[in-house]
């Protein structure tokens, strides 16, 4: 089963506008990563967050981490047309750095 | 620098029809994955790999097989293919030491079973 749901499904924007996505979770973890995915091509790791931290930047993304409740957002701050993906955080734990995927957002920027 | 190495791209099969998938990475990393994304889906893990000649179920076994004979290639087989397993089947590797590393990825085989 899915351990993670996004939201929303789908965003569409326009480019210099700010995107952002969430994520939940169901059990422990011990970080949390993004990835993207260009139609037709493979994931790309964007950012990863440890189970300790709360906030972490890298560039135009912002990822913020709540145990508590069991979720996260992505930011993508001054979107470009190059941004359109679809965004999937993925939680790891357990053995072999697992990795479990969300359901993934569809991320639509227009110019 | 090639990364992680997908092949076939492209195949189409008839049901009952077996097939090797082949996944190569150029990173030595000791960690290998097979999953499998559906439409409206994420990727689900089918089976996995720890190092040479080790392998594990992952979410989503039933139906394949995996070998491990060497440290770069991960194959992935089907027996008897079932049009159930029509979908998109991605490789991933990663190194074994570090917590932070992130999993890299091939560019899938798409894979039709009529």
């Known amino acids: 089963s899915q351990q993670g749901e996004e939201d929303p499904q789908a965003l569409s924007i326009q480019e210099g506008e700010n995107a952002t996505m969430n994520c939940s979770y169901k059990?422990?973890?011990?970080?949390l990563q993004w990835y993207r995915q260009n139609s037709g091509r493979g994931l790309v790791h964007l950012i990863l967050?440890?189970?300790?931290?709360r906030e972490k930047h890298s560039g135009r993304l912002r990822v913020t981490l709540d145990t508590s409740k069991k979720s996260s957002s992505l930011l993508i701050t001054a979107s470009r047309a190059a941004d359109t993906a679809s965004y999937f955080c993925a939680t790891a734990g357990g053995t072999a750095s697992k990795l479990t995927f969300g359901t993934g957002t569809r991320l639509q920027v227009t110019l | 620098n090639a990364g992680v190495t997908q092949t076939p791209k492209f195949r189409v099969l008839k049901t009952g029809q077996s097939m090797t998938l082949l996944c190569a990475q150029d990173m030595n990393h000791e960690y290998m994955y097979w999953y499998r994304q559906d439409p409206g889906m994420g990727l689900r893990l089918i089976h996995y790999?720890?190092?040479?000649?080790?392998?594990a179920k992952g979410e989503v076994p039933d139906g394949y097989n995996v070998s491990r004979l060497k440290k770069q290639n991960f194959l992935l087989g089907l027996e008897s293919a079932a049009p159930s397993q029509t979908s998109v089947y991605f490789c991933a590797s990663r190194p074994r030491t570090g917590d932070s590393q992130p999993q890299h990825f091939g560019d899938g085989t798409r894979l039709s079973i009529l």
């Open positions: 059990t422990s973890i011990n970080n």
């Open positions: 967050i440890r189970s300790n931290e």
């Open positions: 790999s720890v190092g040479e000649g080790t392998t």
